[in-house]
């Protein structure tokens, strides 16, 4: 049987092991399935990553704008929900929260009114 070799990996593996360009046709990419695979899991976590800072983002400033408790419980409980849960949420925050501050300027001032804007509906 044919045998190719993987860009990625640099090893010489049996056709089969690589995937069709399209389906139906006997030509094959020049990545096989494993180096593929891990690529598409990177891609994924970009990915992921990319929209947990955006939704944080968003959470954030909804909290700044809440004008009661109720709101900033509201917004809470959605952030809590879109994340999977607290733990989740304070992961994606402490990871945004670090990046911002290594940016500096004003990155890290949306966190800070988004805490106060917490402590004050938790003291009310």
């Not at 955006?54 to 959470?59: D, F, K, L, P, W």
């Not at 704008?65 to 109720?70: F, I, N």
């Not at 809470?76 to 929900?81: D, K």
């Not at 290594?102 to 949306?110: D, I, P, S, T, Y």
Request: hydrophobic share 35%; aromatic share 4%.
């Amino acid at each position: 049987m044919k045998k190719l070799i993987c860009r990625d990996c640099g090893v010489k593996k049996e056709l089969d092991e690589f995937r069709r360009r399209k389906r139906g046709s006997e030509v094959r990419t020049h990545q096989c399935h494993s180096c593929h695979a891990a690529e598409e899991r990177i891609r994924s976590r970009i990915r992921r990553a990319k929209k947990d800072r955006s939704i944080a983002v968003q959470g954030m400033s909804a909290l700044k704008r809440a004008k009661s408790a109720r709101q900033v419980e509201a917004v809470c409980a959605t952030m809590i929900e879109k994340f999977g849960g607290i733990n989740r949420l304070c992961e994606v925050w402490k990871d945004l929260l670090a990046r911002d501050l290594k940016r500096g300027g004003l990155a890290g001032m949306r966190h800070m009114e988004a805490v106060i804007r917490l402590l004050h509906y938790c003291d009310s």
